[in-house]
């Protein structure tokens, strides 16, 4: 593969002081119509202002040299004050993207970005080439004109084995579906009605795309455009949600996908819930989906522990609200609205968990575990079996360890906390074991 | 292999738990003041939680078996943790100055891809160098070498040697206190304060002899890093792991002639080692690159 060599463009800088100057004139007008001294003073300090933060930003950017080179490493070297340089490995990109905000179209430039394995964010807003070693963002270092921005879009597509070669399935939100809540939401709030009708134009010019290696996200409207390629092999796992008024009028769920390293969705969309979704799960799964090998519920203690603490709790804010306060009608009243708006909690709490626990399920495959639960938003998390770092099991003594009950906790690449709990098995032991056995092997 | 059973040596849990003590007196005090109820309240459940604490930590066992280490405990709540060899990332270990030489006892942590931080840890348990050589060589057994021939694969060996590379690497200790001085020298420029001086002259003693104390050995296979002027810690990082260097130099670094080199693994959004102060940052870069390419990293 042959080596790539590019600096980031500065024509963004360039636009910004022409905008900067621009609104410093007219604050500066405004100014003079009442002093005129002010106002000249005002603007020449507003010019000279730009014009420093401008050099000083076009010299930081500039200072900025990157390289793909033939080894599949990306370098970037840095030298200006500070000497810096990096080097990042092509088969650590969790998922390479492409967007152009307003500004950068004003401009005629584009912005790389790449998420990277192992880091809770991805480069370009917070990333890491620069940022979390220079505190630089990287989302202006990696500015390209149009032409470079493709050519090095498409090499890293090349390395991260993610070109969109053939589709394999192509979808379109449902515009109205999509923007049903917003809609509703706006009715109250009038004043929202632009940003639902910027919503309305972005979704139409958004599309989902299965190619036969990847995920393709992509718009391209007239405040901007935007596509994210990430590769199937580097997703960790999913979540299907749906939520009930939505599902019901239009047919359409909320699906989200991880890689490793982030707690925040690589790819996140509104979809027609049975087609496209199904298929993403397929191809993370490497195969058709099967019927489940296992399928538990939670047992009793899911909610009896729920009800024992939260009793407690409330136990002593009653408690507290009584032992406290004068004997006065005044506070009398007071604590009686009090009692019953906590009364309303307790119940409405207890309610709700009940509720969850009657709907929750798990689902065990050969190789993935399915997580369904949610009361509004009924969401579907699939954990594949291959991305669990390790397990534990739990039993607390209200009141698993008395029903012989217990949580299994599953942990995925992405964070530090728990991310999966399969609350209050019976089975826990077996399906613990074999979680255990799979991971030795 | 034969399964090792570990316990936390349980006088250095309790000492563990000295600050906690120390602050339920204190709270308690403060409330004996207001209420003798509350008071008595309050003792019990800091009491309750003390005691469920220390019967956690008491039946606490860490269990290393052929291809992973299980944690278990059963005091009121019941727990087993299970985590495959082959996940692990990192690992180091922490042995502190007075409790931990008092009971000989230290602490090995443990660290996995695509999280932050430490994801298990074996504390307190006596003979931890022995266990934490243990824990190594199952990293180091777990995972085959790609040989490499002008680019391509010709075959895989186990990793068996750990013949080192070069010499120490050791981090310029005078650099990195007069680095450290600088700035407390230009607070007493403006607030010439004599008060300043003795904790300033300590705590620039505490960098000299901690940087004095840290070293890095290059192995054919994994990186050692010790540190440690009072506490004792160690950390190992297989080559395997790496995803990428970078190398640092501020203003100041170039001054001085030193470098900051930042060894990343996809364990964490911070470097995994940082080899600070050191004069020479491009070869060791060199080196690791060379080393990252015979592993088949790049």
Redesign the interface.
């Known amino acids: 593969m042959e080596k790539i060599n590019f600096k980031p463009t500065t024509k963004v800088e360039k636009v910004n002081i022409v905008l900067f100057i621009l609104a410093g004139l007219i604050i500066s007008i405004g100014i003079g119509i009442f002093w005129l001294t002010y106002g000249i003073l005002a603007f020449l300090g507003i010019c000279i202002f730009a014009i420093i933060i401008t050099a000083l930003s076009i010299k930081v950017k500039s200072s900025y040299d990157y390289e793909i080179n033939s080894e599949n490493e990306i370098i970037i070297n840095y030298k200006f004050i500070n000497k810096f340089s990096s080097t990042i490995r092509i088969d650590q990109i969790t998922s390479v993207s492409m967007n152009q905000s307003f500004l950068e179209k004003i401009a005629g430039v584009y912005t790389i970005r790449f998420g990277i394995f192992g880091k809770n964010n991805i480069l370009g807003t917070n990333g890491k080439i620069g940022a979390h070693q220079q505190g630089f963002d990287s989302q202006e270092l990696l500015t390209l004109n149009k032409n470079k921005a493709d050519e090095v879009f498409n090499h890293l597509l090349t390395l991260t084995n993610s070109e969109s070669k053939k589709i394999q399935q192509k979808e379109k939100p449902k515009v109205f579906a999509h923007n049903f809540l917003f809609f509703l939401f706006t009715l109250v709030f009038w004043f929202l009605v632009p940003f639902l009708i910027i919503s309305f134009i972005k979704t139409k010019k958004t599309s989902y795309l299965i190619t036969e290696n990847s995920l393709v996200y992509q718009y391209n409207y007239f405040l901007g455009s935007y596509k994210n390629v990430v590769p199937l092999d580097k997703l960790t796992n999913s979540e299907i949600r749906k939520n009930v008024i939505t599902y019901a009028l239009f047919n359409i769920g909320h699906i989200s996908t991880f890689t490793g390293g982030s707690n925040d969705p690589v790819f996140s969309s509104f979809e027609k819930y049975s087609d496209f979704s199904n298929k993403i799960t397929t191809y993370m799964d490497g195969k058709i989906a099967e019927k489940p090998i296992m399928e538990e519920r939670p047992g009793s203690s899911y909610f009896s522990t729920f009800f024992f603490w939260y009793s407690i709790f409330f136990g002593i804010l009653f408690t507290l609200y009584y032992y406290f306060g004068s004997n006065s009608i005044e506070i009398q009243l007071v604590k009686t609205a009090i009692v019953i708006t906590l009364s309303l909690l307790y119940i409405g709490g207890l309610l709700l968990r009940y509720i969850l626990y009657k709907v929750t399920s798990y689902q065990i495959y050969t190789n993935k575990v399915v997580d369904i639960s949610g009361i509004i938003n009924i969401t579907s998390k699939e954990i594949p079996l291959e991305k669990i770092k390790y397990v534990e099991v739990r039993q607390n003594l209200f009141f698993e360890r008395l029903l012989k009950q217990g949580t299994i906790h599953i942990y995925t690449p992405g964070s530090s906390s728990v991310d999966n709990k399969l609350y209050a098995l019976e089975k826990h032991k077996e399906l613990f074991d074999s979680l255990v056995e799979y991971l030795e092997e | 292999m034969q399964e090792i059973v570990l316990r936390p040596n349980i006088g250095r849990v309790l000492v563990s738990y000295l600050f906690f003590l120390v602050i339920i007196s204190l709270v308690s005090i403060t409330f004996l003041l207001v209420d003798v109820i509350m008071y008595l309240l309050i003792m019990s459940i800091f009491i309750l939680v003390f005691i469920y604490l220390i019967g956690i930590e008491v039946s606490r066992r860490y269990t290393l078996k052929e291809?992973?280490i299980e944690e278990n405990f059963k005091f009121?709540?019941?727990?087993?943790?299970?985590?495959?060899y082959k996940?692990i990332t990192d690992i180091s270990s922490n042995k502190t100055w007075i409790a931990d030489s008092i009971f000989s006892t230290g602490s090995i942590y443990l660290s996995?891809?695509?999280?932050?931080?430490v994801?298990?840890s074996l504390s307190f348990i006596k003979n931890y160098q022995n266990i934490y050589e243990t824990i190594s060589q199952k990293l180091n057994l777990s995972k085959s070498i790609e040989i490499h021939e002008n680019g391509e694969i010709v075959g895989t060996h186990q990793k068996l040697v750990e013949s080192k590379l070069e010499d120490r690497i050791r981090p310029s200790a005078s650099i990195a206190t007069i680095m450290h001085a600088l700035p407390t020298a230009a607070i007493w420029f403006y607030a010439v304060n004599i008060f300043f001086i003795v904790p300033t002259v300590i705590q620039l003693l505490f960098i000299y002899f901690t940087k004095k104390k840290e070293y890095f050995d290059f192995y054919t296979d994994k990186i050692e890093y010790y540190e440690g002027f009072l506490s004792k810690n160690k950390k190992t990082l297989s080559y395997e792991r790496i995803?990428?260097?970078?190398?640092?130099?501020?203003?100041f670094?170039?001054i001085f002639g030193v470098s900051k080199i930042?060894i990343q693994?996809?364990?964490?959004?911070?470097p995994a080692i940082t080899i600070s102060y050191v004069t020479q940052g491009e070869s060791i870069?060199q080196t690791l690159?060379e080393v990252l390419?015979k592993h088949g990293?790049?």
């Open positions: 291809k992973c009121i709540s019941k727990s087993t943790k299970v985590i495959p996940q996995t891809s695509g999280s932050e931080g994801n298990f995803t990428d260097i970078v190398e640092n130099r501020s203003l670094d170039r930042q693994t996809a364990g964490s959004s911070m870069v690159k390419k990293k790049n």
